[in-house]
């Protein structure tokens, strides 16, 4: 499967469909993550927002590029131990919170395409109602219908 993924990335990079992601763009990358660990550091971003925003950032804007994986795993986890350190004092609160908000709107966006993805089951699940329990012996076993 992956070969066939490098492939098709090759093919489509030889035909000009597909560029390299641009030096600049691993920074930003990096960068944004960072904000957006401190945003949910600060409880300005919520985990589900934090997660859909580093999905994003990471895996679904980049997939668009030909583009280094591990190059930029590295700079995402460089910026966090940076971000991990900053402290974010009161005079910072007020621009802290517009740009965790921007961050937020992103990551609620982004979510609201990711969800979709998630199949329901098409009949219903049966779900369990009675439970019968049977103690010989010492053992107890039970049983769900």
Do not use: W
């Not at 859909?52 to 190059?71: E, I, N, R, W």
């Not at 402290?87 to 961050?103: K, N, S």
């Not at 089951?121 to 010989?136: A, D, F, G, R």
């Amino acid at each position: 499967m992956t070969r066939i993924a490098i492939t098709l990335a090759s093919a489509l990079a030889l035909t000009g469909c597909v560029t390299q992601l641009p030096e600049s763009d691993y920074h930003h990358i990096a960068t944004r993550v960072a904000q957006a660990s401190i945003c949910k550091r600060e409880q300005l971003m919520s985990v589900n927002q934090f997660n859909h925003y580093v999905v994003f950032q990471t895996q679904g804007y980049p997939s668009q590029y030909l583009y280094d994986q591990a190059k930029l795993g590295n700079m995402v986890q460089a910026s966090l131990a940076q971000a991990g350190a900053t402290v974010v004092g009161e005079a910072d609160r007020p621009v802290m919170e517009l740009t965790c908000a921007d961050l937020a709107t992103v990551a609620d966006r982004v979510g609201a395409r990711m969800q979709p993805s998630v199949v329901a089951p098409q009949n219903p699940v049966y779900t369990p109602k009675n439970t019968n329990c049977i103690t010989n012996y010492g053992y107890t076993t039970c049983s769900t219908y």
